[in-house]
């Protein structure tokens, strides 16, 4: 089969109508969640979808727009990222039903130095993702003179940081945003620098606790919904039956729509060891969305033990009320924001989450004194923290309960797409 008819991507015609993608290869547990990670990486939103796989072969229709419907996307770019993850359609994958794993990609230190101002570090992050450079770790600091000196460990999705075009390409577009400002603007492979990066600095067990519960509080009900229109942030529903298939069990999902809401779906069912036989991912009806996956167990079993069921239907709850952990909290006498997202099993954790902390901030008008991102491990999973020291000469007073909920409040709605 040739690799242009695994991945078709049909453009929509006008201005806001969806466009479709199809994906036709053999099957892997997992497949529709990397696939998803890709879309939403890309920054477009699902609005309906179906997948149907008979274990061995599967087929996947998607329809995508643009958010913001402003983005210009690379459909080639996006078309060779979703190639890179179907499995192989060689002979030899029905005797190796394992994937072949590609090399990692080396990691680059970008480095530069030049005058803060408000929105800077986004307009950055812009650039980078309009680049497909997939940021790992950063580490930003501002002086006292009003400089700020930024860290940025990066992939290239294209694999093709090592030549002199791709580097050149990205330090022209960075000084573009930079301006007269930029002091400083290298970039270099990593070296030991990098490993320093891969913890975060201690949190205390209060903010901890706070951050990583597997419970939604009363407090954290209201602080994540705020405001009259997510009422509905309570219906969220999970229900499974094994009445309807002799052979599959059919999971029911009811919720308020949100930006990479089948990819919590997936990447949760994907570390449960779920496989998807038939799923449907409806259109949006008044907020809503309706999901039904008819699934099995990776030994191909119906879930028919209750306590199997009751543990995966919760699990779905908390990933879809709570994919993204959102707080403010003092550290000694500076207001910090902290933004926790679970990493899948795999090791990857959610795309574009530092572009959109970044673009609430500069919307607000906040600057950030300094930020960092690290991994942070539980009892039970490994988590992705974003730290932020904010500026305390903002307009908002940061001090103030009523200011630190707004914050919180415009975040999340930018993490979530509403």
Not at 378 to 388: A, G, L
Not at 408 to 414: E, K
Request: proline share 4%; hydrophobic share 40%; with cysteine.
């Amino acid at each position: 089969m040739l690799s242009d008819d695994i991945v078709l991507i049909l453009k929509g015609k006008n201005f806001g109508e969806p466009s479709v993608i199809t994906v036709n290869c053999p099957d892997k547990t997992g497949l529709g969640c990397d696939l998803c990670r890709i879309i939403l990486e890309f920054g477009l939103r699902i609005t309906k979808g179906d997948v149907s796989t008979d274990g061995i072969w599967c087929y996947i229709v998607l329809w995508v727009v643009p958010h913001p419907a402003s983005l210009t996307v690379s459909w080639a770019s996006l078309k060779d990222r979703l190639l890179s993850v179907c499995p192989s359609c060689a002979v030899s994958y029905y005797f190796n039903q394992q994937s072949s794993c590609s090399a990692t990609s080396p990691v680059y230190m970008l480095k530069f130095c030049c005058l803060d101002r408000k929105g800077l570090l986004h307009d950055v992050t812009k650039v980078l993702c309009e680049l497909e450079l997939i940021i790992q770790r950063v580490k930003v600091m501002t002086t006292p003179d009003g400089r700020v000196l930024d860290l940025f460990f990066i992939t290239d999705s294209m694999d093709l940081l090592h030549t002199k075009p791709r580097q050149d390409d990205t330090c022209e577009q960075l000084h573009a945003v930079l301006g007269e400002s930029c002091i400083i603007c290298e970039l270099q492979l990593a070296g030991p620098e990098y490993q320093t990066q891969l913890g975060v600095s201690s949190l205390s067990p209060e903010v901890a606790e706070e951050l990583f519960s597997c419970e939604l509080s009363d407090k954290e009900n209201r602080s994540q919904a705020l405001s009259p229109d997510l009422t509905n942030l309570k219906k969220a529903s999970v229900t499974v039956d094994n009445s309807l298939s002799p052979a599959h069990t059919l999971l029911q999902i009811h919720c308020i729509d949100q930006k990479g809401l089948l990819y919590d779906i997936m990447r949760t069912l994907k570390d449960c060891n779920i496989q998807i036989a038939y799923g449907r991912f409806s259109s949006n009806n008044k907020g809503l969305r309706v999901v039904d996956l008819f699934i099995q167990q990776k030994d191909g079993k119906k879930i028919v033990d209750v306590d199997k069921q009751n543990s995966l239907c919760h699990r779905l709850k908390v990933e879809m009320l709570h994919p993204l952990r959102v707080i403010i909290a003092n550290r000694g006498p500076d207001t910090e924001l902290l933004v926790a997202n679970p990493v899948e099993l795999s090791g990857k954790g959610r795309p574009r989450v530092f572009y959109d902390v970044t673009l609430a901030l500069k919307v607000l008008g906040i600057c950030i004194f300094s930020g960092e991102i690290g991994r942070y491990s539980t009892s039970d999973r490994q988590w992705e923290v974003y730290r932020f020291l904010l500026d305390e000469s903002c307009d908002l007073q940061l001090a103030n309960s009523k200011s630190r909920n707004h914050i919180v409040d415009r975040v999340r709605r930018t993490l979530m797409g509403w």
